[in-house]
């Protein structure tokens, strides 16, 4: 079974600058999320799906960030315009129906803000 | 709100010798699991140990937790530390809290560092 997978890996990028990370999930996973992982510290949840509805956006920075999952499969993360604040590690996870509570992860985006 | 903390940024323990690192909880979820991941340098987080069950020790790759929920604490053990368990280590839990969806919440994480 494929696990899930993001691209791109790594990113750099001026300020100001837009970019977008991909995530594609287990084949099955009814619910896909997106973390924020800034250097030494945990995830920190973004945004997270059920299908193509959006559950919880809540820590979304809604100014210059933006994510969907038009038909329920994939997923893509949009930055507006990058800030230097905005450098991490971008975690893309999904998860099984069927309340099993586990969550799959990605490999991750770094992404460097310059 | 809901919280997971860890309270050692690092710890430091000679290969072969015990080690402990410490998880304590807050949460208003209805339903919950417990999970510690571990991450290696440069890869995702992934699952170590999960629990849900209340006093259960739960086991996997000689790692050991048990959830108290009488104390809130998950903590996580070994009997002999190897040098290929040197990671980060996280403790998580997850939720349901009415009707939405399960929801991961990560503790601040514990660099292990297993030296010679």
């Known amino acids: 079974e494929a696990g899930v997978t993001q691209s791109p890996r790594y990113a750099v990028l001026q300020e100001g600058q837009a970019v977008s990370f991909w995530c594609d999930p287990i084949s099955g996973h009814d619910t896909l999320y997106w973390y924020q992982q800034p250097r030494d510290q945990g995830p920190q949840l973004l945004v997270y799906f059920r299908d193509e509805a959006v559950i919880d956006n809540s820590q979304l920075p809604s100014d210059r960030f933006s994510a969907v999952r038009p038909k329920g499969t994939n997923s893509t993360l949009k930055i507006q315009s990058a800030k230097q604040g905005d450098t991490a590690t971008y975690l893309c996870a999904s998860g099984p129906p069927g309340g099993s509570y586990e969550q799959y992860f990605g490999p991750g985006t770094r992404l460097t803000v310059l | 709100g809901d919280s997971v903390t860890q309270t050692e940024g690092l710890v430091t323990v000679t290969e072969g010798l015990p080690v402990k690192l410490n998880c304590t909880y807050q949460?208003?979820?209805?339903?919950?699991?417990f999970f510690w991941y571990v991450q290696y340098l440069n890869e995702a987080p992934q699952v170590l140990l999960k629990?849900?069950?209340?006093?259960k020790r739960t086991e996997h790759q000689g790692f050991h937790a048990t959830l108290h929920k009488s104390s809130s604490s998950f903590h996580l053990q070994k009997s002999s530390a190897q040098l290929s368990d040197s990671a980060l280590y996280y403790c998580?839990?997850?939720?349901?809290?009415?009707?939405?969806?399960?929801?991961?919440?990560f503790g601040q994480g514990t660099s292990l560092s297993v030296v010679p």
């Open positions: 998580a839990l997850s939720g349901i809290a009415s009707s939405s969806f399960s929801k991961l919440v």
């Open positions: 949460t208003t979820y209805l339903t919950i699991a």
């Open positions: 629990s849900s069950t209340d006093n």
